[in-house]
């Protein structure tokens, strides 16, 4: 009997499976406390993401909400203390005061915030600096590897040879959940010992979801990547992932319309929020006509999957989506391999789709499709990014750091928005009126993350925009990159 071997600590992945809540994509008018009128104060159970209104106690336990839908160049004042300005255009004048930044034009629909908002709590910000929050697991059963520190650090240092964001410079600090929801409870009571402004997460789905809960009773603002379908999120909370329940439905779509098959396969783990976004693909496929000929779950610490693979190959399918974590992805696909069967696997999201996953799977991930929030490092759009990142200096650990410098545009669009009185309520609200467009507000160069757009009381934000990539090359000699197949679309 074979007997696969984990993927070691310094090449393992970030993620396991798991599903990703969704939200109602309401235009209703917000109330005081930024959520739909008809949902105010109602803390939402069936996965629409609807939650009581947060509050800071630095302004009397009041969220100010941003007034969303008004169009047009914004004032050359832009900035002055108390304005927050609308969400980021994808054009615009240079400002006064902000280095490489830009005011909105309105060519994308910029929306322009109210005259005047309580900066609120300005923990973890001073006239010079911003320290933000990066929660991962660094240890673990899904570890990133070694160079995530720099990277996430990349970005900011870019821009910080460019004079800052109204003269300040963010430094960004690593938390390690150690893949686990004790874990990260523990890494948000030092992250409020450090002082962190605000936070970004990037874990498991129910780790995740213990971050949403910890850092939203601790009054920190979040950048969130996924969370359980069925947890309300705040709204200090944003989530700038991909649905992945809604990922189940397309990628169901693109089995059948894109790759041409008739018999498609799930294997999942055995995790309960993932099972809301298996359920959407196999009634998706189901729907179109698609024969699910293997539908199972795997134990996702496990690292012996002989008997998977083997029921795989009698199964048939030819194309199967790995809603696994990237070890498993390897050993699953590297056993099916060995028994002579070599289906088109499909990842989802933020889990296998990296270029560390491909030299241990050794071929055997060779064609596969992923769905994610960018491209391959060989895509245009990446040259600025190509030429600062220096910390993962090989195409095998580089494109990590794509995620940290989306996640650095989209925390940079905000804190030009509010401009220099910042705080934790300002900030909040610029992230509530939030659109960004293509091109990054602050550097200029393209973005590295779907268009978002919270206004109108949104609290989901990507609209379920992915990127399609593709494996090119042979893993079997060590060359097989992510390359881009196709872009941003949310129906395939």
Not at 105 to 110: D, M, Q
Not at 412 to 418: E, G, M, Q
Not at 439 to 447: C, F, I, L, R, S
Request: hydrophobic fraction near 35%; charge should be neutral; proline fraction near 5%.
């Amino acid at each position: 009997m074979r007997r696969t071997v984990p993927l070691a600590v310094c090449t393992a992945l970030l993620l396991s499976s798991g599903c990703a809540a969704r939200f109602a994509r309401s235009d209703a008018a917000v109330d005081s406390g930024g959520l739909p009128a008809s949902q105010s104060g109602v803390l939402g159970t069936t996965g629409q993401g609807t939650a009581l209104p947060s509050t800071d106690s630095s302004t009397g336990g009041v969220v100010v909400p941003a007034a969303g839908g008004a169009t047009g160049d914004l004032p050359s004042g832009l900035g002055a203390p108390g304005a927050v300005a609308g969400s980021s255009g994808t054009t615009g004048a240079s400002v006064s005061g902000t280095t490489g930044g830009s005011a909105a034009t309105g060519g994308s629909g910029a929306a322009t915030g109210p005259s005047a908002v309580p900066a609120g709590s300005t923990t973890g910000v001073t006239k010079t600096s911003v320290t933000i929050g990066l929660f991962i697991p660094k240890t673990g059963a899904a570890p990133v590897p070694p160079t995530i520190d720099q990277q996430a650090q990349n970005y900011f240092d870019y821009v910080k040879s460019k004079g800052g964001i109204w003269g300040r410079n963010v430094t960004v600090k690593i938390y390690d959940t150690q893949s686990t929801e004790s874990g990260a409870r523990s890494a948000v009571q030092q992250a409020i010992s450090d002082k962190i402004f605000a936070a970004i997460s990037l874990d498991r789905i129910s780790v995740e979801g213990a971050l949403v809960t910890a850092l939203h009773n601790a009054g920190i603002p979040h950048l969130i990547n996924q969370m359980p379908h069925a947890q309300a999120i705040p709204d200090d909370g944003f989530y700038i992932g991909t649905d992945q329940v809604h990922n189940g439905v397309q990628i169901a779509d693109y089995m059948k319309d894109r790759l041409k098959v008739t018999k498609v396969g799930f294997v999942g783990e055995t995790d309960p929020t993932a099972y809301p976004a298996r359920d959407a693909f196999v009634a998706e496929a189901k729907r179109i006509g698609l024969k699910v000929v293997h539908n199972e779950v795997v134990d996702g610490m496990g690292n012996q999957f002989l008997a998977e693979a083997q029921k795989l190959k009698n199964d048939g399918a030819q194309s199967v989506w790995l809603y696994v974590a990237p070890n498993n992805a390897i050993n699953i696909s590297k056993e099916a391999q060995a028994d002579g069967y070599h289906p088109t696997w499909v990842s989802s999201s933020i889990a296998w789709g990296f270029n560390l996953a491909l030299t241990p799977a050794a071929g055997a991930l060779d064609g596969a499709r992923s769905f994610s929030p960018w491209g391959g490092l060989s895509d245009p759009r990446y040259k600025t990014f190509n030429q600062v990142n220096t910390a993962g200096r090989t195409s095998q650990d580089k494109d990590i750091g794509l995620g940290a410098w989306g996640f650095g545009q989209i925390v940079a669009a905000a804190l030009h928005d509010v401009g220099p009185d910042l705080g934790r309520n300002s900030f909040r609200v610029a992230m509530q009126n939030l659109r960004t467009g293509t091109t990054d507000v602050v550097t200029k160069a393209p973005m590295c993350w779907p268009p978002l757009d919270f206004t109108g009381g949104k609290r989901y934000g990507s609209g379920d925009r992915t990127i399609v990539m593709k494996v090119e090359g042979s893993g079997a000699s060590g060359n097989s990159v992510w390359a881009t197949e196709s872009d941003y679309a949310s129906k395939y």
